[in-house]
């Protein structure tokens, strides 16, 4: 999934500046599609999201015995799980440019020993890389003051971001507005509703449970959640899930391929996340004109300008994603001037092409500086 959502379009995008490109992940149901819209060729390594000490370790061999065999200048991880044994194998193999992109910390949210533990994997996979690449500012600064203080390694790719915004296709056309007048039709929204969106996964740690909170003081406003539930994570309340399940103004959608329609059948996104690294859905919900609120961590307050683009308010604080919501339906100018600046704040700061640009010209150095 992070190979088919978070990164599209990168692997064509670099073969058609001369790299044969290769990528690896655990199977799923993505694969086919990656294979056929990238060009690329797809290996199955046995990645889990879980921390699994017998599996990881048979992960690392099968990865080991794979770039023994091939012939890499470059290996370019993403995701803990896989940046820990990718790193790990690349350095064992001598691979000459070990870069990771660091899209997400999950430490932020632990305590104890756990965090430790966390930590000390998280310096293990850059001790193994040759550059390490934050995907937003914030984020940078928290690896260099927490995690790994070696800045020479470090860097923040363009603005920030693993992969841009895409701003051609996520930018409104009749046909979507069209697909999102039916979407509120068979939602049973009527026009004169105001309408929040949420896009991505459904569990605590994305503040939905504050999100329902907030939600429920209100008589005038739906809810769409697009995205799945993941009790496996990181479980929702007993009493946010009765919500959600009982509540006619609450409309649970699941995973969606293409969200456009559903932003566009909104009137603002709510993001109300306890951490990120660099979050795509702001951007896409910008760039299709949404003002969002979103919570006050790494790359959130990056992509989202309070009271310009959006609202920021301190995450796990349901009261104030409650006055943040109500100043967007009873503030009209604000709303306005949201709206209008809302999709140019993401193109010139987030589009695609540039970061594909950026990204590209940091491959080639890292390549003279390591290839021989």
Known sequence: MSLSLLLKGQFAYFQSKGFQVEVGSANGLEVESIIQEENVKHHDFLFTRDISPL?????LFQLIRFLRANSFDIVHTHTPKAGLIGMMAAWFCRVPVRMHTVAGLPLMEARGFKRKILVWVERLTYSCATKVYPNSFAQK???LQYIYANEKKIKVIGNGSSNGINCKHFQSRPMLVERAEQIRLKLGISSSKHVAVFVG?????????????AFKQFDNLELILVGPFEPELDPLAPSTIEEINSNPSIHSVGFQNDIRAYLLASDFLVFPSYREGFPNVPMQAGAMGLPSIVT???GCNEIIVHEKNGLIVPPKNAEALTSAIM?????????????????DMIVNRYDQKSLWEALHSEYLEQIAKHVR
């Open 141 to 143: 600064d928290f690896i």
């Open 296 to 298: 006050d961590i790494n």
């Open 55 to 59: 599996k990881d370790l048979q992960a």
């Open 327 to 343: 100043r967007l339906l009873t503030d009209k100018p604000m709303m306005d001037t949201l709206k209008l600046n809302a999709r």
């Open 201 to 213: 996964r459904v569990t605590g740690d994305k503040g939905i449970n504050e999100l329902i909170d």
